[in-house]
């Protein structure tokens, strides 16, 4: 179902792409400590192991540097709210390239170190204007950092999930607008006001046709916390499991969002 017109809430330009640099030094500082043994561990992404996992962050984040060298395209073809639905057509090719890039860089340092670089020193000269022929369908450069959030913010958690004792941290700026990036993307998705869902303390949003609310507490509501909805949003937990597991609470009538997640294939 394609995503209703909506206007997107607006990003700091300065702090998203602070939080990209560090959100993925964070990552290469933990993927510099794994053994070949961690590396060769599965996760909960069908058919890859760490080190593919790891090679696909500095895929995403390496990303920008290469859309950054391509022509400027004419006009912007994708709004950043459009973009968390254009991702699933590309499934089958991102996993082919991530493979690929992890079995051609065994040092996954230098590839880190070289992605780092590029993208500093891309970012310091590039305004946040500047549109990039991503293969998702041409962007802002702007927008473009905050879709990279949720690739850094989502696979760090991964990381985490798939290497016990880990423990990478989140940038809270990232973790921020990954969260508001979804959540907002969940209300275009379902356009309405009878359905209020909170994910503390990053975002509020109104969503699903019905009745709209105004004063008071609201008939349907659902509550969660920025991970467990970054999970729900992307595929990796279920909306029944992150109920029976207590990680959401759904109250109402409409509270029910099970048909409407993912939002990201």
Not at 32 to 49: D, F, I, K, S, V
Request: with cysteine; glycine share 6%.
């Amino acid at each position: 179902m394609p995503p209703a017109k909506k206007r997107a809430r607006t990003y700091d330009p300065a702090r998203i792409r602070t939080a990209v640099l560090t959100q993925f030094g964070h990552v290469r500082q933990a993927v510099r400590t794994l053994t070949e043994e961690q590396l060769a561990l599965p996760t909960r992404l069908p058919g890859w192991t760490v080190r593919d996992l790891a090679a696909h962050v500095a895929m995403a984040v390496g990303s920008v540097s290469r859309n950054l060298d391509r022509d400027e395209p004419a006009k912007a073809e994708l709004t950043l709210l459009e973009w968390p639905f254009a991702t699933a057509a590309r499934a089958v090719d991102i996993a082919d390239r991530t493979q690929d890039l992890a079995a051609a860089n065994p040092d996954l340092d230098a590839l880190y170190a070289r992605t780092e670089e590029r993208l500093a020193a891309g970012l310091a000269a590039v305004p946040g204007d500047r549109l990039l022929a991503a293969l998702t369908g041409a962007m802002t450069l702007a927008d473009y950092l905050v879709t990279r959030t949720v690739e850094l913010v989502a696979h760090t958690d991964d990381l985490n999930a798939a290497v016990p004792g880990l423990g990478v941290p989140h940038d809270r700026q990232a973790l921020a607008a990954c969260t508001r990036l979804l959540a907002d993307a969940l209300a275009a998705k379902a356009p309405g006001g009878s359905t209020e869902v909170r994910i503390p303390p990053y975002a509020v949003v109104q969503c699903v046709e019905g009745p709209r609310h105004t004063r008071g507490t609201p008939p349907n509501v659902v509550e969660t916390d920025p991970l467990t909805w970054i999970r729900l949003a992307t595929g990796r937990v279920t909306w029944k499991d992150a109920v029976a597991e207590a990680k959401v609470s759904a109250s109402g009538e409409r509270a029910d969002l099970g048909g409407l997640l993912p939002l990201m294939g």
